[in-house]
């Protein structure tokens, strides 16, 4: 038996609009020629995309991929009705991951799960997502929107997204022969990042304040948009610096987990590391989100980054000249710590975080 034309059920009665879909599609194809590169026309609609690496200028190359997401800080941006930046937060998760191994991204993809298509939130999404390929760089050359109504409230969202980078075989970091007394430096953060935020949004329900409300530690601005400030994308002058001074070992991407568990990934068996806490700038907000949701210090440096969003490690004879091809490159290093033998803790701290 088959339904009578204007008796059956249809897909868009289901909750999913394909032509909405489809217009998202031809909105957001100006965003994404924008992010075009070397090896990339950064055109999307077809099945997959496509990356030259011959065309990129690599020879010998070995590719690095990375995924994430952005975890609950989309809660604010659904909350705030603010989505022109969160697609920045996507792509800087993922391409400060390829950074650290030494490889340049190439490319991004990304994948746009909603309840129901809102007219205009896509296309912000996007427009996030172009403006953070192109400060790493990088083409976005396809992605996904999945209408899944039942398995998302309303207009509710979630993003990941994927990206791919290479190297030239043998220039992959981290480099052997970390050794103590080898400089740890340290590339300030612009804030909380996309990490902690389900402490973040705990915190704000304990004070009570709304999103709109004038936020305590960022003068003029609102709460909401204080807390959606997007992480940092550090390729570009890590790119720079990394071509100009030959003594950078090992890089991190201070994230979930913070310095204790995040360092120890590009650390060699036998030694450690120690951070001298007093020397970072601590950004307000750690201040606020400490005293507010009474966090001890231990907590913040396990789930903030407090500050330091990238930790770059250089030869000792080397760290001046690595300081200063960072700060030509637009970056303000700071003097961190040093490599050091490893005791019973890999990571070890001496000063204080200025809450």
Known sequence: MTAQDGNGLTYAQAGVD???????????????RSTRRPGADAEIGGFGGLFDLKAAGFKDA???????????????????GRHDTI??????????????????????????????????????IVRGIAEGCRQAGCALIGGETAEMPGLYDGAD???????????????????????PGD?????????????????????????????DADSPFAPGRSLGEALLEPT?????????????????????????????????RVLPEGVGIDIDLSAIAVPPVFGWLAREGGVAESEM???????IGMVVVAAADAADAVADALTEAGEAPVRLGQITERGAEPVTFTGQLAL
């Open 18 to 32: 394909i032509d909405a879909g489809n217009a998202l599609v031809e909105t957001i194809k100006p965003l994404v």
């Open 62 to 80: 070995i590719l690095v991929a990375a995924n994430d997401g952005v975890g609950t800080k989309v809660k604010i941006a659904i909350e705030t």
């Open 232 to 264: 940092r994308i550090y390729v570009k002058p890590l790119l720079a610096a990394l071509k100009r001074a030959g003594g950078i070992k090992a890089l991190a991407h201070i994230t979930g987990g913070g310095f204790p568990d995040n360092l120890p």
């Open 301 to 307: 440096l396990r789930t903030f980054n407090c500050g």
């Open 87 to 124: 697609g920045i937060d996507l792509v800087a998760m993922c391409v400060n991951d390829i950074i650290v191994q030494g490889a340049e991204p190439l490319f991004f993809l990304d994948y746009y799960a909603t309840g129901k298509l809102v007219p205009g939130v896509g296309a912000d």
């Open 157 to 179: 969202y979630d993003l990941a997204g994927f990206s791919v980078g290479a190297a030239e075989r043998g220039t992959l970091l981290p480099r052997p022969g970390i050794l």
């Open 183 to 211: 400089v740890v430096l340290g590339l300030p953060s612009s804030g909380v990042h996309s990490n902690g935020f389900s402490l973040v949004r705990r915190i704000v329900a304990k004070t009570g304040l709304g999103w």
